[in-house]
Structures are given as C-alpha cells and as structure tokens.
C-alpha cells in the first residue's frame, strides 16, 4: 500500500494531522506504522516527535499483536 493509503487508516484524531504533515512523497510500505515513520519529518511537525513517536509505537504494539495471531494460526 502507499504512503497515503496508510495513513487514511490512522484513527481520525491522528489522520488529519499525519494529513496535514504529509510531505507528499507516495511510497510503498509494508505497514502502518513504517508509512508513518517515512511520511514527515516528526520533530519539525507542530506536535513534534514525542507526539509521533508515542502513536508510532502503539501502532507497532498493534501490528505485533497482529502477527502473533496470525503466526499462531
């Protein structure tokens, strides 16, 4: 999926302002929290690295979740 595709699944809270951030480059990514990471520079966004950094990790405690299951299966 591409850089904006993933970030349209981000929780609406957290879509508009990852929107915002974009720098409009539409790569492709292997998950969420990867399109995230690559999407904007998160320390020169308004709401800073912190901010990202916080959201970026409990998506990848999703995405583990998700695969644990999966791998189980």
Known sequence: MRTKEW????PQSYRSKALE????????????????ACAFDWEKSPQGRRYWNEIWNELNKQEDVRKD?????
């Open 7 to 10: 970030l349209n699944k981000l």
């Open 21 to 36: 951030n974009w720098n409009g480059v539409d790569s492709s990514h292997i998950n969420l929290p990867i399109a995230l």
């Open 69 to 73: 299951t999966q791998e189980q299966q």
